[in-house]
């Protein structure tokens, strides 16, 4: 059985933080082979496996492996030490409807599930705590990554200054042709339409820049902010697409860990 292949990101040197890869799993099909998500079509014995694969590799119980399920909303949850205490039906629901996840506890792997959205891992260099965001189209009108630097303020007391920053894999301006109401959407909400979108056939948001933006304007310095490579479209073999594979498929788990 193969081990979990993950990207690897710098941020820290008391700080793990990854995007996996499909490879080094057990899922099959267009969830293959790396999926750890239970919300997405797969196997859910594969999803287990896969799990327990990606917690042994990180040195953890599988408990400490937290998902969300995400509804691309603006919700955010703090995972203390008292979320251990609750029964697993308690833990479900607490991470119901939940689009980001912020702790302050060692041990803890928190993640969010993509496969074209915008997954933004923030690690407060002072404080020593960390959140990662799920900003698909929607959660990033809404501006989810505000969101969380405001949440992390009100937990942690979190300087925005005091951030570094990882926007993973996903889908890139060249790929993600919108309709006029998702331009419409983005319009409204004050973006500034000349630096993120562009006119092709139809219209192409660059969601990784929109990202980007709302954390240098929310006060994150801007070479405090990793920028992923990573088109999940176009390297659609590597990285989990719903675009190209349906949405009935696997997701890639961008996630962060104190050590």
Known sequence: MNKPVVTS?????????FSTTRKGGVSKGNHGELNLNEFSGDNAQDVLTNRRLMAERLGIAATHLIIPHQ??????RLISNDFFALS???KTAFLDKV???MTNQKGVCIGVSTADCIPVLLYDTKQHAVAAVHAGWRGTVAKIVCRALSDMHAAFGTNPSDIKAVIGPGISLKNFEVGQEVYDAFAQA???MNEIATMQE????DLPRCNQLQLTQSGVKEDHIQMSSVCTYDQSNEYFSARKLGIDSGR???AIMLK
Do not use: N
Not at 202 to 205: A, D, Q, R, T, V
């Open 252 to 254: 890639i788990y961008t």
């Open 99 to 101: 689009d980001g996840v």
């Open 9 to 17: 990101y710098h941020m820290a040197e008391e700080v793990v933080a």
């Open 202 to 205: 139809k219209w192409h948001i």
């Open 88 to 90: 697993e039906q308690e």
């Open 71 to 76: 509804v691309h909303g603006t919700d955010v």
């Open 190 to 192: 004050s973006f500034d």
